[in-house]
């Protein structure tokens, strides 16, 4: 006995603990009945897991007048169940006991007072025999109590009459909706004595017949006379078989775990494919303004080469000009510490000046979103697929900010100024130097003519005295190297605005990705999880 628990402990195990792990997944998402149904039976399972396992709970269920305490009584060998004309006459359930030493606790849980031994006998050893009350009882009691044991007993004998065997209730309400607990029931077909021999075989076939489109293949169907005792044997036989395995139990928590699993769906193939986000970021980068920032990259860029580079007599005419990237507040930023001088990577307080989305472009954003929901959840079931819908919008209220604030910071970077631009800078006010030399020379020359003072030595370059080609020399020099400037900071700005273009696309990527597709990638994982756990506890 204790070597088949080993070997049915573990596998009911490994299919309660999927049950459990598809029924958490499943919380908000399935219908609560279906949830709550699941974890009613995995408690159901562990309760009757932990009581005797040496005995059978078998229950006799059927409809008025087909004679189950008449069968209860004869299987019993003694009167113990009341049988009359008048109906109902079971009104709460009542137990026969063989051999019933330590079913104290397991009858205590299924709540059934009124236990009786049964006689002698040691082919029945175990069996722990219910007489239900009618399930098509005129009392609401009596029908609340059949279905609450009926979910509990380990082996199910349906008792049948000719009469009735074909009642819709029977078949509608328990034996196809229990197709799944065909392993742990019986069907007994009884009062045959009241039939010719013809008419019982006609009655089992039609019988069987209903039985296998109820999806019942393979419950035994047995012919019994409780007032004569006919077929008695072969149901005590049957019964004892059950005892004996003493597997009963499991089989029906087994059956329990498959019938809640599959209230919670059937298992199918997880999703495939991937999600896509092109489209989510190229209506991000359009409604957070990367393209004009972008444009204002290059141009600031230019901007900036001229006020450090240009020719010193004109950049300060650049500097009454607006860095077109100090419009859109990049760079400039305040940070957390209240200092400003914004660089890359640093966090950012407040919003940029980048003009705010239209409302075309917002809703080209809502459409992406939508559009990745909707891919995602394509192959999903419908409760799984709104929920992916849901995970796809559950942060798109943080995305506008979040969008704000990488294009903030991976724009920072643009404002980093070249090396190059302070060798030129250095190279300009050198030849502004001389240029300057040059005139402060021919100044002194003119001063000297003036006053009439006799000129000291001229030196020339060739022909042209030197005052003089140190001032146009220089002034040419200096335009010369503004113009060589401006036409590196043109090339330059193209390169880092579309080194900007690049950075921005992979950084509001990754926003998109956080705020949008990993919820989505969690949902479709929690869904995979669950498909998985579904079908190990189905299996």
């Not at 562990?46 to 087909?66: D, F």
């Not at 409302?359 to 992406?368: I, L």
């Not at 036409?487 to 080194?499: E, I, P, Q, S």
Request: aromatic share 4%.
């Amino acid at each position: 006995m204790k070597l088949l628990r080993r070997k049915e402990g573990p596998s009911l195990d490994s299919r309660l603990a999927a049950l459990l792990e598809a029924a958490a997944l499943a919380e908000g998402r399935l219908p609560e009945e279906a949830v709550s149904g699941a974890r009613t039976v995995a408690e159901r399972t562990g309760v009757r897991r932990s009581l005797s396992i040496e005995h059978t709970v078998a229950a006799l269920a059927g409809a008025t007048g087909s004679g189950k305490s008449s069968l209860y009584n004869a299987l019993a060998g003694a009167d113990l169940a009341a049988v009359g004309v008048v109906r109902p006459t079971t009104s709460a359930a009542q137990a026969a006991l063989w051999d019933g030493e330590g079913s104290g606790p397991l009858l205590d849980w299924l709540d059934i007072p009124r236990r009786h031994p049964a006689a002698p006998a040691s082919d029945l050893s175990g069996l722990v025999l219910l007489d239900l009350p009618d399930h098509d009882s005129i009392q609401v009691s009596h029908r609340l109590e059949v279905d609450r044991l009926v979910e509990l007993v380990d082996l199910l004998v349906w008792v049948v009459d000719p009469q009735k065997y074909a009642d819709a209730a029977l078949h509608d309400r328990y034996l196809r909706p229990l197709a799944a607990h065909r392993a742990v029931m019986l069907v007994v077909l009884n009062q045959v004595d009241r039939l010719p021999e013809a008419a019982v075989d006609r009655c089992l076939r039609d019988l069987r017949r209903l039985l296998d489109e109820d999806g019942l293949e393979g419950v035994p169907v047995l012919a019994v006379s409780a007032r004569t005792g006919a077929g008695l044997a072969e149901l005590r036989a049957l019964l004892n078989d059950r005892v004996a395995e003493r597997r009963s139990w499991s089989t029906r928590l087994a059956a329990d775990i498959t019938t809640a699993a599959a209230r919670l769906g059937a298992p199918e193939q997880a999703p495939g494919g991937q999600v896509r986000d092109r489209a989510l970021t190229a209506a991000l980068c359009a409604a957070a303004g990367v393209p004009l920032v972008v444009e204002a990259v290059a141009k600031g860029h230019r901007h900036r080469a001229v006020v450090a580079t240009g020719w010193p007599v004109t950049r300060w005419i650049r500097r009454l000009r607006p860095d077109p990237l100090r419009r859109f507040r990049i760079g400039t930023m305040e940070l957390p510490g209240g200092s400003s001088g914004q660089r890359p990577g640093d966090e950012v307080v407040g919003r940029t000046s980048v003009p705010a989305a239209s409302g075309v472009q917002r809703a080209r954003v809502e459409t992406a979103i939508r559009d990745v929901g909707e891919a995602a959840a394509s192959d999903l079931p419908g409760p799984w697929a709104a929920a992916v819908r849901q995970a796809a919008r559950s942060r798109s209220e943080e995305l506008a900010d979040a969008v704000d604030r990488v294009v903030a910071t991976t724009s920072a970077f643009a404002t980093r100024r070249p090396r190059w631009w302070r060798a030129v800078n250095v190279l300009q006010w050198l030849v502004f130097a001389a240029m300057l030399s040059g005139a402060l020379w021919l100044g002194g020359l003119f001063g000297l003519d003036y006053l009439r003072l006799p000129r000291p030595p001229l030196p020339t370059v060739g022909a042209v005295p030197w005052p003089t080609a140190l001032l146009v020399g220089g002034a040419l020099a200096g335009v010369l190297i503004a113009a060589l400037a401006r036409l590196a900071a043109w090339a330059g700005g193209r390169r880092r605005a579309r080194r900007t273009a690049r950075a921005l696309r992979t950084a509001v990527g990754g926003v998109g990705d956080e705020l949008v597709l990993a919820p989505v990638r969690a949902e479709l994982d929690q869904y995979t999880r669950f498909t998985d756990a579904l079908t190990r506890a189905r299996a």
